[in-house]
């Protein structure tokens, strides 16, 4: 199974928007189709589909955010037809390379509704940290990037 992320040009907007998390996870990521609408308005956000084959599994989307200078995982969802086969997790590692390849790309920051355990616990398991800082109803966790 190789989890590979494909930028919009390459996917085209429906396949992305076609993707759903469960009535459960609602409150805990964006819509993808508001997520897209975003990255219209913010060109310094980078969404990508995260493709197993043709097919697409899930949605990330990252950004320099302009207000504090750090690199951020904006959303990170996997469908609700393929959660749990390992798909997240490899999105996950693939999204975190792809960041650390980024010059100057040293931590990586991402939100998370303090609700959403599954999802905290599973970003711990990938050596995020909580920062202490809380956005809203969000816990603010960061990954360094290890020194080489
Ligand atoms: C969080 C999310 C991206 C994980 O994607 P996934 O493909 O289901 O995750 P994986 O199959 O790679 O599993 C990774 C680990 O997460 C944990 N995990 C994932 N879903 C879980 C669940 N429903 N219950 C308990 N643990 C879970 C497990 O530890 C799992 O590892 P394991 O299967 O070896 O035990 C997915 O559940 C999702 O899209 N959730 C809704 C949106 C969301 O909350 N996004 C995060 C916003 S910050």
């Not at 590979?4 to 189709?33: M, P």
């Not at 750090?70 to 999204?95: E, H, K, P, S, T």
């Not at 390849?101 to 990586?108: D, E, F, H, T």
Request: aromatic share 10%; hydrophobic share 45%.
């Amino acid at each position: 199974m190789t989890v590979v992320l494909k930028t919009l040009a390459e996917t085209g907007r429906r396949a992305i928007v076609a993707l759903n998390v469960t009535n459960d996870q609602d409150d805990f990521v964006t819509s993808n189709a508001e997520s897209l609408e975003e990255a219209d308005e913010n060109p310094d956000c980078v969404p990508l589909g995260i493709f197993v084959g043709d097919q697409a599994v899930g949605f990330a989307m990252y950004t320099l955010d302009a207000d504090d200078g750090n690199w951020w995982i904006y959303r990170l969802m996997i469908d609700q037809r393929f959660q749990r086969r390992g798909y997240g997790r490899a999105g996950l590692r693939a999204l975190v390379e792809r960041m650390f390849a980024i010059p100057g790309c040293s931590a990586i920051y991402l939100g998370v509704v303090r609700e959403n355990r599954t999802a905290a616990a599973f970003y711990l398991q990938e050596g995020f940290r909580e920062t202490g800082q809380v956005l809203g109803d969000e816990i603010v966790m960061r990954l360094e990037r290890k020194k080489a």
